[in-house]
C-alpha cells in the first residue's frame, strides 16, 4: 500500500527527493522514517492529512516533508545531506494514535529505500 522511490548514492551536501506513493486506502498521518546499519531505526518527518510537519531535531532545516493528496503522493525532500544520513528510509502511515514520532504508531510500512551518501 505504500511504495517508496528516489533513493540512491549521494554526496555530502547533495540533495534527493524521496516519494511514497500511496494506494488503495488514505491514510491521515504519513511519515518517514529511516534505519542505518547497527543502529535502531529512528523517525525523520511526518505530515497529517492537513499538512501540519513533523522533523526530527536531526534533519529540521534540511529536509522537508509534503503530500500531494490528490496524487495520494507524500514527499521527502533532503537538502544538505550528511554521511550520517545513510540508512534505509521508509514511508509508513500511522494505524494507531499517538505522536506521530512513535514509531510504534505506525502499522503500514513501505519497503524502504535506500539512501547512501558518502563525504
Known amino acids: 500500500q505504500l511504495v517508496e522511490s528516489g533513493g540512491g548514492l549521494a554526496q555530502a551536501g547533495d540533495s534527493l527527493r524521496l516519494s511514497c506513493a500511496v494506494s488503495s486506502r488514505t491514510f491521515s498521518t504519513v511519515g518517514w522514517l529511516r534505519q542505518a546499519p547497527g543502529k535502531e531505526r529512528e523517525f525523520v518527518a511526518a505530515?497529517?492529512?492537513?499538512?501540519?510537519?513533523y522533523y526530527a531535531n536531526s534533519v529540521k532545516g534540511r529536509f522537508s516533508i509534503s503530500r500531494d493528496n490528490a496524487k495520494n503522493a507524500v514527499y521527502l525532500q533532503m537538502n544538505s545531506l550528511k554521511p550520517e544520513d545513510t540508512a534505509v528510509y521508509s514511508c509508513?502511515?500511522?494505524?494507531?494514535?499517538?505522536?506521530?514520532?512513535?514509531?510504534?504508531?505506525?502499522?503500514?510500512w513501505g519497503q524502504g529505500t535506500q539512501v547512501t551518501v558518502s563525504s
Open positions: 509508513a502511515a500511522q494505524s494507531k494514535a499517538g505522536p506521530s514520532s512513535s514509531i510504534p504508531t505506525y502499522g503500514y
Open positions: 505530515i497529517t492529512w492537513s499538512g501540519d510537519t
